[in-house]
């Protein structure tokens, strides 16, 4: 059964990117879109933010940011990276010298906005600091945040300048002779982010992050997210993704994987297919598949599994997925791999998807 696996057919061919490595998670030249979050722990509070990571990290997260706010936060860091897998990417504003303490805590990245890190003898120690390290530096442009020569040349921070900030921080990068960079050009404004970096794609070929910044909330973030990277990853651009929620970031792990799924980039977990239900339904639904939900928590292979609530379209449908069920009045049909399995009443149905299905899978 297909698991976590990059689909490479001809509906995604990739914007060629050159390879980067955050830790042991390759990013760019042809490798899986990557899927990263960031605590919102407070990173001097250790066994929370270990916590978190850990939650992270079985959500399937496989790169982690962390704000590094002051001194003490960059010593935390040190203490959390020994207790955790995914590498872990230090976001820094404003103190170069915090930059270099994290690399110095063995932070496995760098998040940086060059424009606000103190000029260029300051952001050439840290580039120095890296380099030693092996270490890449997303350079982060903000269009909340431009440089002001920018912004008053082009009035707001439309795409084209935010490509222009992001272009002149990369000529910066480069001038220094490094090149272990990958690019964010975020804003709240998901035509603008996808114009930026399309303007950007065809002039330079570092890893892109996409994420479109300070979304929002479950519904209205997920969608802008959705739009925003899927539309850029459906183009082939895109090498590592983070989904902006206000909401707990396991939210944004698993939103940012239903966006790879529905490319059809990547499977994480099983897809679960359930009908809106309609005045044809006699069974409840959506308690169901809720319980469905929760139930298979925790599996990473991907099974088709449906739950539907009548005759009309849910034979069908639960005939396509490996497992599902249709409902009738008070109770339901087990469908497996095509094949009718049973009747069952409807207390039962949930827990009987959920038993098969963990069957199939092996867990
Ligand atoms: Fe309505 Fe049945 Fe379709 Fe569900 S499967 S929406 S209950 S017709």
């Known amino acids: 059964m297909e698991t976590n696996e990059q689909k490479n057919d001809s509906r995604h061919?990739?914007?060629?990117?050159?390879?980067?490595?955050v830790g042991d998670i390759p990013l760019g030249d042809g490798a899986p879109v990557a899927v990263q979050s960031m605590t919102n722990t407070d990173t001097r509070d250790v066994s929370s933010t270990v916590g978190q990571i850990k939650q992270l990290e079985d959500a399937g997260c496989e790169i982690?940011?962390?704000?590094?706010?002051?001194?003490?936060?960059?010593?935390?860091?040190?203490?959390?990276?020994?207790?955790?897998?995914?590498?872990l990417i230090a976001d820094i504003h404003f103190d170069y010298r915090l930059a270099i303490s994290a690399i110095k805590a063995g932070a496995d990245g760098l998040r940086i906005n060059p424009g606000n890190i103190g000029g260029r003898d300051k952001l050439e120690k840290v580039i120095k600091e890296a380099r030693e390290r092996g270490i890449p530096i997303r350079i982060g442009v903000n269009?909340?945040?431009?440089?002001?020569?920018?912004?008053?040349?082009?009035?707001?921070?439309?795409?084209e300048a935010m490509a222009e900030s992001a272009l002149e921080h990369i000529r910066l990068f480069e001038d220094m002779d490094f090149n272990n960079i990958?690019?964010?050009?975020?804003?709240?404004?998901?035509?603008?982010?996808?114009?930026?970096?399309?303007?950007?794609?065809g002039k330079v070929d570092y890893p892109f992050h996409l994420g479109v910044t300070e979304a929002g909330t479950l519904?209205?973030?997920?969608?802008?997210?959705?739009?925003?990277?899927?539309?850029?990853?459906?183009?082939g651009i895109g090498d590592t993704i983070r989904v902006s929620l206000s909401r707990d970031p396991v939210e944004e792990v698993k939103?940012?994987?239903e966006i790879l799924r529905a490319l059809d980039l990547r499977r994480r977990g099983p897809e679960i297919i359930s009908c809106p239900t309609c005045g044809r339904c006699e069974i409840d639904l959506f308690h169901i598949v809720e319980t469905v939900e929760k139930g298979l928590q925790g599996i990473t292979s991907s099974p088709k599994v449906a739950v539907m609530g009548c005759v009309v379209n849910g034979p069908g449908e639960a005939r396509e997925a490996d497992v599902g069920i249709a409902g009738g009045r008070g109770q339901g049909v087990l469908f497996k791999k095509?094949?009718?399995?049973?009747?069952?009443?409807?207390?039962?149905?949930?827990?009987v998807l959920i038993r098969e299905v963990k069957k199939l899978v092996g867990g």
Not at 220 to 232: E, P, Q, R
Not at 338 to 351: R, S
Request: cysteine-free; charged content about 25%.
């Open 64 to 87: 982690v940011r962390l704000a590094i706010p002051d001194e003490i936060a960059a010593d935390a860091l040190h203490k959390i990276k020994a207790e955790v897998k995914a590498p």
């Open 143 to 159: 269009a909340g945040s431009l440089q002001k020569d920018i912004l008053d040349k082009y009035g707001h921070p439309t795409p």
């Open 219 to 235: 519904i209205s973030g997920t969608v802008k997210n959705a739009i925003g990277i899927g539309m850029l990853l459906y183009k």
């Open 255 to 257: 939103a940012a994987y």
């Open 338 to 351: 095509g094949e009718v399995v049973d009747k069952f009443p409807e207390e039962e149905l949930a827990w």
């Open 182 to 201: 990958k690019i964010s050009m975020k804003s709240s404004n998901v035509l603008n982010t996808i114009s930026a970096y399309e303007l950007l794609s």
């Open 13 to 21: 061919q990739r914007r060629k990117s050159r390879r980067i490595f």
